[in-house]
C-alpha cells in the first residue's frame, strides 16, 4: 500500500505559478512511478506529467511542455510539479498516482491521492 498526499494547490492569476507537492508513505516510495494527473468539471482525467522512480525519464503532456516540470527527491519520499505561465485551461482537481510500471494512462495507475485543486483566472 501506498498512501499519497498532494498540497500546494489555490487560486492564481493567470501567468502565474505555482508548485504542487505530493507526499508519500508506505511503500519504498523509490520503487514507484509518479504521475500527475489533472481533471476539469465535466472532463476526464488526463495526464499532466510522470516521471520514473529514478527520474531519469520524464513525460508531458503537450500543452503544458516548456511550462510545468515534474521532479522527485527520492531521500524525501515526496513528487513535485513545478508549474509556471498558468492558464485558465489549466485549472482543475490535481490528482499525484504511483504505480510500479511506467505508465501514462489515468487505468494504469495503482495508487492515488485525494487530490488538490489549482484555480487559475484570467
Known amino acids: 500500500q501506498v498512501q499519497l498526499m498532494e498540497s500546494g494547490g489555490g487560486l492564481v492569476q493567470a501567468g502565474g505559478s505555482l508548485r504542487l507537492s505530493c507526499a508519500a508513505s508506505?511503500?519504498?516510495?523509490?520503487?514507484?512511478?509518479m504521475g500527475w494527473f489533472r481533471q476539469a468539471p465535466g472532463k476526464e482525467r488526463e495526464i499532466v506529467a510522470a516521471i520514473i522512480r529514478t527520474g531519469s525519464t520524464t513525460y508531458y503532456t503537450n500543452s503544458v511542455k516548456g511550462r510545468f516540470t515534474v521532479s522527485r527527491d527520492n531521500a524525501k519520499n515526496t513528487v513535485y510539479l513545478q508549474m509556471n505561465s498558468l492558464k485558465p485551461e489549466d485549472t482543475g482537481v490535481y490528482y499525484c498516482?504511483?504505480?510500479?510500471?511506467?505508465?501514462?494512462?489515468?487505468?494504469?495507475?495503482?495508487?492515488w491521492g485525494q487530490g488538490t485543486q489549482v484555480t487559475v483566472s484570467s
Open positions: 498516482a504511483a504505480d510500479r510500471l511506467w505508465a501514462i494512462l489515468p487505468t494504469e495507475y495503482t495508487y
Open positions: 508506505g511503500q519504498t516510495f523509490s520503487a514507484y512511478t
